[in-house]
């Protein structure tokens, strides 16, 4: 059981290029989350789904888009990165609403 | 709104000393309640949740927490703390479809 798992570990984009953080988890769980946590701050939640193919915004959706074709996977997209988007980024899955929240180790990205 | 305040940014505490992390919350009904752990490069790994019943919480690395509905509290304690438990620590409330994170306490241990 990997559990979450996120690639890449660290990226480092130029501004105005794009990509896709990955994130796979492997419990069967419905609910699925990306967050993004700024040096020495707590987390903000980006997007979050409730299950394949829903999707719904979190307290800071902007520059970022989701998509969520199967249970296992739901990957965050960053188009036009710019430098307020430098952060390191975390998954989490979940079995339902309100439940505990299982974490991937994060994609650190740096955007220059 | 729901929210979750850890009053404490850093708290640094000595070795074998105990140790006591306060989070308030508020939230309109019974809520789900959550201490979550960050190790530095690290995810978030939870250590204790509370649901319901006893109020009074064991979680792992011998942490507890308590839930006390009058003061909207569910601080989190350790009798004696070992330099592996320098962390930051978060506290999360359960709401609707998400939980919401407290900013976090940033735990130091002298030796």
């Known amino acids: 059981n990997a559990g979450v798992t996120q690639t890449p570990k660290f990226r480092i984009l130029k501004i105005g290029q794009s990509m896709t953080l990955q994130c796979t988890q492997d419990?069967?769980?419905?609910?699925m989350y990306w967050y993004r946590q700024d040096p020495g701050m707590g987390l903000k939640l980006i997007y979050y789904s409730v299950g394949a193919g829903i999707t719904d915004k979190g307290e800071v959706p902007n520059g970022y888009n989701v998509s969520r074709s199967t249970t296992e996977d739901f990957p965050l997209r960053l188009e036009l990165a710019a430098p307020s988007q430098t952060s390191v980024y975390f998954c989490?899955?979940?079995w339902g609403t309100g439940a505990e929240q299982y974490f991937g180790p994060g994609t650190r990205l740096t955007v220059t | 709104a729901q929210s979750v305040t850890q009053p404490d940014i850093h708290i640094t505490v000595s070795e074998g000393a105990s140790l006591e992390l306060r989070c308030n919350y508020s939230?309109?009904?019974?809520?789900?309640l959550f201490w979550y752990v960050q190790s530095p490069g690290q995810g978030l790994q939870l250590l204790l949740k509370y649901f319901s019943g006893d109020t009074l919480v064991q979680g792992i690395k011998g942490f507890e927490a308590e839930f006390k509905r009058s003061q909207s509290s569910f601080n989190l304690r350790k009798p004696s703390v070992h330099w592996s438990d320098a962390a930051e620590y978060f506290c999360a409330v359960g709401s609707y479809n998400k939980l919401i994170f407290g900013a976090g306490t940033r735990l130091a241990v002298h030796p």
């Open positions: 989490a899955s979940s």
């Open positions: 419990m069967n769980h419905n609910y």
């Open positions: 939230y309109g009904a019974t809520p789900y």
